[in-house]
């Protein structure tokens, strides 16, 4: 701040560009302006302003309170149900080698996994592989195929190249069929259900089936009358990391703001990734950072979740920010890094609460299916996330998002879920979609630079709250009016 600049000029202290500069854009607590000007240097850097800036002073004590008398949490009278379904976690399971035959299981068990769902959706037909489209001439069949290529004919209409475990075959869908809408919407790798005929060397199709939730399902509500508060991106260590906001979100956990009948009833936090913002993830990310080092990002963040009253459960997925490998899926954040007491799942994972089978991802594919799909933006998550479990998969466009190749895709969305939570994208949104609330929890990051540059404008500070017994969600916004 300038003040803070021309104040230690009086006291005669030099300040390097680099720490001039440090000074001007940051708010630094007069504690530390205090000891600055006592430093027996002849000119100050920013190595030394960083050093006098402890991890004690980056959280705000005046944050911490204590429980008001009048506050009588409901859920602290609830034991936690908590269960991590495991063959959902890839932690401590990776067996990927970078072979060629690691990519052809791992697209074999999507295929086979994805298809077993098709097969349960009822059908007329009888069903075929590609081996067989020549010899059920006229005949009307239904055919399951992974899409390898997609383009449009002379005549507008689209073809599909599709493969399965026994070949290929080639598939038309006309453009005057009620399935040509859904045909247009189709990307690489989905797996759908096609139903038609074969005339020879071409399978005309005249109906698509995606694999998706049932259609008649309905929400499912738990017995406790208890809440869950979804997070995700909170950036600690960003220059952009909404402190006092965050602070605000810990005071209500203990009582100490409004609607404490709904704050009392929180017995579960999910925070979905990018915990904190991380080290060298985008280029000239340090000009952001003010804190530049991991393990004192994370330190942060157990100072931060201290605060948190011990009766409620803590449930922590990585995201692309955190100190795990870039590529899906993801494994537990490190014990050395994140030292809280807190359930670790990777990303994603799949974690029962109270009865409620919760589908956890980060959501980095949310980026490539909004770039593919007319009509989808980042002012509405859920409408992306909603594609995302139309067709059973979490990262359907292989090689637009990094993954690694193991045997088991933990991309599947294999079992139905109650609740998909998700971040990434900063913005808040929600939808029940055949009985599953897809639920985004937005950000604790102020709007950044790129996302000015992209007219990205997110919505930080608004934690949606899931009252578990009615199926409610809340939305709380806790930044200042």
């Known amino acids: 701040m300038q003040t803070d600049i021309v104040?230690?000029?009086?006291?005669?202290?030099?300040?390097?560009?680099?720490?001039?500069?440090?000074?001007?854009?940051?708010?630094i607590e007069p504690e530390v302006i205090e000891k600055i000007s006592k430093l027996d240097s002849p000119i100050i850097n920013l190595e030394t302003i960083e050093k006098l800036i402890s991890i004690q002073e980056k959280v705000p004590t005046q944050a911490v309170i204590s429980r008001s008398p009048d506050f009588k949490p409901l859920a602290k009278e609830y034991d936690s149900n908590v269960r991590l379904i495991s063959k959902s976690d890839v932690s401590g399971k990776t067996n990927c080698t970078g072979k060629l035959e690691d990519f052809v299981n791992y697209f074999r068990n999507r295929f086979q996994r994805i298809s077993k769902i098709l097969k349960t959706r009822n059908s007329p037909y009888p069903m075929i592989t590609t081996s067989q489209v020549k010899e059920v001439i006229d005949a009307k069949v239904r055919l399951i195929g992974m899409v390898t290529d997609k383009r449009i004919t002379k005549k507008g209409n689209i073809l599909f190249d599709v493969e399965?475990?026994?070949?290929?075959?080639?598939?038309?869908?006309?453009?005057?069929?009620?399935?040509?809408?859904?045909?247009?919407?189709?990307?690489?790798?989905?797996?759908?259900a096609f139903d038609g005929k074969s005339i020879g060397e071409l399978?005309?199709?005249?109906?698509?089936?995606?694999?998706?939730?049932?259609?008649?399902?309905?929400?499912?509500?738990?017995?406790?009358?208890?809440?869950?508060?979804?997070?995700?991106?909170?950036?600690?260590?960003?220059?952009?990391?909404l402190d006092k906001e965050f602070f605000r979100f810990i005071n209500w956990l203990n009582g100490a703001e409004g609607k404490k009948e709904l704050a009392g009833k929180i017995k579960y936090i999910v925070i979905c990734g990018d915990v904190v913002d991380g080290i060298g993830i985008y280029p000239e990310q340090e000009k952001e950072l003010a804190v530049?080092?991991?393990?004192?990002?994370?330190?942060?963040?157990?100072?931060?979740?201290?605060?948190?009253?011990?009766?409620?459960?803590?449930?922590?997925?990585?995201?692309?920010?955190?100190?795990?490998?870039?590529?899906?899926?993801?494994?537990?954040?490190?014990?050395?890094?994140?030292?809280?007491?807190?359930?670790?799942?990777?990303?994603?994972?799949?974690?029962?609460?109270?009865?409620?089978?919760?589908?956890?991802?980060?959501?980095?594919?949310?980026?490539?299916?909004i770039a593919s799909l007319s009509g989808l933006t980042y002012s509405k998550p859920e409408e992306a996330m909603m594609e995302l479990?139309?067709?059973?998969?979490?990262?359907?466009?292989?090689?637009?998002?990094?993954?690694?190749?193991?045997?088991?895709?933990?991309?599947?969305?294999?079992?139905?879920?109650?609740?998909?939570?998700?971040?990434?994208?900063?913005?808040?949104?929600?939808?029940?979609?055949?009985?599953?609330?897809?639920?985004?929890?937005?950000?604790?990051q102020d709007r950044t630079e790129y996302q000015v540059k992209l007219g990205h404008v997110p919505t930080p500070c608004v934690v949606p709250i899931l009252e578990t017994k009615s199926g409610r969600v809340h939305h709380i916004s806790f930044r200042e009016s």
């Open 164 to 192: 399965d475990e026994e070949g290929n075959a080639k598939v038309v869908i006309n453009k005057d069929t009620d399935a040509f809408k859904a045909a247009q919407r189709m990307l690489l790798d989905d797996i759908v």
């Open 292 to 369: 530049k080092d991991i393990y004192q990002q994370y330190e942060l963040v157990d100072k931060a979740l201290e605060y948190i009253p011990d009766y409620i459960e803590v449930i922590v997925a990585p995201g692309n920010h955190d100190a795990v490998r870039r590529a899906e899926p993801q494994p537990i954040i490190p014990y050395d890094l994140l030292k809280t007491d807190v359930i670790r799942t990777s990303n994603p994972a799949t974690v029962e609460i109270e009865g409620l089978r919760h589908l956890i991802y980060h959501g980095t594919s949310l980026d490539s299916i």
């Open 389 to 444: 479990v139309k067709r059973r998969h979490l990262s359907p466009i292989y090689g637009d998002n990094l993954i690694v190749p193991e045997g088991t895709d933990y991309l599947v969305i294999e079992e139905e879920p109650d609740v998909v939570h998700m971040g990434h994208v900063h913005k808040n949104g929600l939808m029940l979609y055949r009985g599953a609330l897809l639920i985004n929890s937005g950000t604790f």
């Open 203 to 241: 399978f005309i199709s005249d109906s698509i089936t995606w694999p998706d939730l049932p259609f008649a399902r309905e929400q499912k509500k738990a017995e406790n009358d208890l809440a869950i508060a979804y997070l995700s991106d909170l950036h600690f260590g960003s220059k952009k990391f």
């Open 7 to 27: 104040e230690l000029y009086k006291k005669g202290v030099r300040l390097t560009p680099e720490a001039y500069d440090f000074i001007e854009n940051n708010k």
